[in-house]
C-alpha cells in the first residue's frame, strides 16, 4: 500500500498504522518498546488508545525537544532544498552522540538514513512543528501505563528532560547507563536488555 504523499504525513497517522497493524495481527494489547523518537510516538499512540498498552520501555526517550534541539532540526528543514541530505544526517548525528564511544551508534544511524528517500525525509522533517508542540503538552502528563525509561548518562540532548519528568512523575522509573550516549540499546545492549526484560516480565 502506497503511503501518503511527501507532507501528508501526521503522528496520528503513524499510530494509527500501528494500530492497524495489531488488529490485522490479532494483538490485542502488548508491550512497546521505542528508541529515540519512537517513545514520541508511544506518548501519541497512548493518547488514542491507551487500553492497548501493557508496559513501556524507552531507550534515549525523547520527551521533550529542547530550543537547542529544535534549532538544529530546524536547521536540517531549511537547509535540505540545498545541501544533501546524507550530509545533514551527519550533523544531526554528531551534534545527538558527538564522544568516541558513540561511534557504532552514529554508523547505525547514518547506515540507516541512506536508506530513507527524499520524499520519506521531507515527510518525517515537516512534522517538527507537530512534534514539538505534542510533546510540549504530553511533558506535563504522566505516561499512561507503567513505564521505564533507560538513558545514558552522556546523553547531553535528552538525559535533562527525562531526569526531570521522572521526578515530576515518579511512577515513570529510570534507569541510567554510565558511559552511554543516545542509543543506549546499541552502545550498551547487555545492560539494556537485562534492565527491559526485568521490567518487562515483572508480575504485578
Given amino acids: 500500500m502506497a503511503g501518503p504523499p511527501a ?12 494500530f492497524s497493524l495489531m488488529e490485522h495481527l490479532h494483538i490485542e494489547k502488548a508491550h512497546f518498546v521505542g528508541g529515540s ?9 497512548q493518547e488514542i488508545h491507551p487500553e492497548r ?9 525523547v520527551l521533550r525537544l529542547r530550543p537547542s534541539i529544535y534549532m538544529v532540526f530546524k536547521t536540517g528543514e531549511l537547509l535540505f532544498p540545498y545541501v544533501d541530505k546524507y550530509f545533514l544526517y551527519k550533523i544531526m548525528a554528531y551534534f545527538i552522540m558527538p564522544r568516541k564511544n558513540h561511534a557504532r ?43 521505564l525509561l533507560i538513558m545514558g548518562r552522556q546523553d547531553h540532548a535528552f538525559l535533562k528532560d527525562a531526569i526531570r519528568f521522572c521526578s515530576q512523575y515518579p511512577a515513570t522509573l529510570l534507569q541510567i547507563i554510565p558511559s552511554c550516549g543516545h542509543v543506549s540499546n546499541i552502545e550498551r545492549f547487555p545492560e539494556f536488555n537485562k534492565l527491559a526484560l526485568s521490567f518487562l516480565m515483572h508480575k504485578e
Fill in 105 to 147: 551508534s552514529r554508523r547505525v544511524f547514518l547506515d540507516t538514513a541512506k536508506n530513507i528517500d527524499l520524499k520519506e525525509y521531507v515527510s518525517w522533517i515537516v512534522m517538527l512543528n507537530e512534534a514539538k508542540q505534542r510533546l510540549d503538552k504530553l511533558f506535563n502528563e504522566p505516561f499512561k501505563t507503567p513505564t
Fill in 37 to 45: 523518537f519512537g517513545a514520541t510516538l508511544i506518548r501519541i499512540m
Fill in 53 to 61: 498498552f501493557n508496559r513501556v520501555v524507552t531507550a534515549g526517550g
Fill in 7 to 18: 507532507g501528508k504525513y501526521s503522528l496520528n497517522l503513524i499510530a494509527e498504522d500501528v
